[in-house]
C-alpha cells in the first residue's frame, strides 16, 4: 500500500466557529488508521493552534505553522525560518491594519488602532487575541522582540488586504492575503511547499498528496497537489481545486475511498 497525506488548513476548513464536526472528528481517525498521514496546513502559530487541537482531542502526524515559518512531525522540527526586514514596514502596517500581531519564539507584540471599534472585532478574533494573551509574554513595543516568525494582520476588508499585501511586497516582504487577513511571513515561506517538504518526509509522492483550504493563500497548495475546496470559499479558490466540499470530513471519506480500495 502506497503512503497518503492529506493536510488541512484549519480555521474555515477543519473548524468552524471554533468547533470541528463530529463526522470530520470520526474521518480523521479512520484515515490515520488506514495509514494516513493527517496533518493541518494553517497561518496559526504553536500556541493557539495546539491548544485548540488538544482540546478536540484530535492527533496529527504534522503540523505546518505560521504558513510553513515552522513545520512539525511529532518530536522533530523540519524547518523553522525567521522574517527579516520587516521593521521598515511597522509604519504601514500601524496605518492599514486595524490590528496586527507579531510572534516570536515565547514573546508576542499586538498593535490595535485607536479607530477600532469594539463591534469590528469578532467573539472568534477576541478569542485569538485573548489566547495570544496568555500564552505568550507579552511586549510593550515590537523592537522588543528577538526574532519575528510571522507578522498576522487585520484589515478592514479582502480588497484592503489585497492591496496591503501589495504595498508589502513592494518593501520585498512575502504576504499572503485571505479574506480581510493578512500574513506577512519569511521569503520562501508559503503553504505549497511545506506541505511539499512534509511530503518529502514521510515518503509521500505528489500524485498521493491531498489538500484542504478556503482561502487565497491556500490556493497553490489546492492546485498543486490534489487539492478540496471549502463550498463556501470565493471562486477563485474553488477553481484553483480538483473538488469542492462542504467538510473536510466529507474531502476523507472520498480520500478513503480511493487511496486505500
Known amino acids: 500500500m502506497h503512503a497518503v497525506l492529506f493536510a488541512s488548513d484549519f480555521d474555515g476548513t477543519l473548524s468552524h466557529g471554533q468547533e470541528i464536526d463530529a463526522q470530520t472528528l470520526a474521518a480523521v481517525s479512520r484515515f490515520r488508521q488506514k495509514g494516513g498521514r493527517f496533518g493541518v496546513c494553517s497561518g496559526r502559530d504553536p500556541g493557539t493552534l495546539k491548544d485548540e487541537l488538544s482540546q478536540h482531542g484530535?492527533?496529527?502526524?504534522?503540523?505546518?505553522l505560521m504558513n510553513g515559518a515552522r513545520i512539525e512531525a511529532g518530536a522533530d522540527c523540519l524547518q523553522e525560518k525567521l522574517l527579516s526586514g520587516w521593521e521598515k514596514?511597522?509604519?504601514?502596517?500601524?496605518?492599514?491594519?486595524?490590528?496586527?500581531?507579531?510572534?516570536?519564539?515565547?514573546?508576542?507584540?499586538?498593535?490595535?488602532?485607536?479607530?477600532?471599534?469594539?463591534?469590528?472585532?469578532?467573539?472568534?478574533?477576541?478569542?485569538?487575541?485573548?489566547?495570544i494573551g496568555r500564552m505568550y509574554a507579552m511586549r510593550r513595543c515590537a523592537e522588543e522582540l528577538a526574532a519575528v516568525y510571522q507578522i498576522s494582520c487585520r484589515t478592514q476588508d479582502g480588497r484592503a488586504a489585497v492591496t496591503l499585501a501589495d504595498e508589502l511586497h513592494r518593501f520585498g516582504l512575502s504576504a499572503w492575503p485571505n479574506c480581510e487577513y493578512v500574513d506577512v511571513v519569511p521569503k520562501g515561506v508559503g503553504k505549497a511547499p511545506a506541505v511539499a517538504a512534509v511530503a518529502a518526509h514521510f515518503g509521500v509522492?505528489?500524485?498521493?498528496?491531498?489538500?484542504?483550504?478556503?482561502?487565497?493563500?491556500?490556493?497553490?497548495?489546492?492546485?498543486?497537489?490534489?487539492?478540496?475546496?471549502?463550498?463556501?470559499?470565493?471562486?477563485?479558490?474553488?477553481?484553483?481545486?480538483?473538488?469542492?466540499?462542504?467538510?473536510?470530513?466529507?474531502?476523507?471519506?472520498?480520500?478513503c475511498g480511493e487511496a486505500f480500495a
Open 58 to 64: 484530535l492527533a496529527c502526524d504534522f503540523l505546518i
Open 89 to 131: 514596514a511597522l509604519p504601514l502596517l500601524r496605518a492599514r491594519c486595524l490590528f496586527f500581531t507579531m510572534l516570536s519564539r515565547e514573546e508576542a507584540y499586538m498593535f490595535r488602532s485607536g479607530k477600532v471599534r469594539t463591534a469590528e472585532v469578532s467573539a472568534g478574533e477576541q478569542a485569538y487575541i485573548d489566547a
Open 205 to 255: 509522492a505528489s500524485g498521493r498528496v491531498y489538500t484542504a483550504g478556503d482561502g487565497r493563500n491556500d490556493m497553490e497548495m489546492l492546485s498543486r497537489f490534489r487539492g478540496f475546496a471549502m463550498s463556501r470559499a470565493e471562486e477563485c479558490v474553488r477553481r484553483a481545486a480538483s473538488w469542492t466540499v462542504k467538510t473536510v470530513g466529507e474531502a476523507l471519506e472520498q480520500v
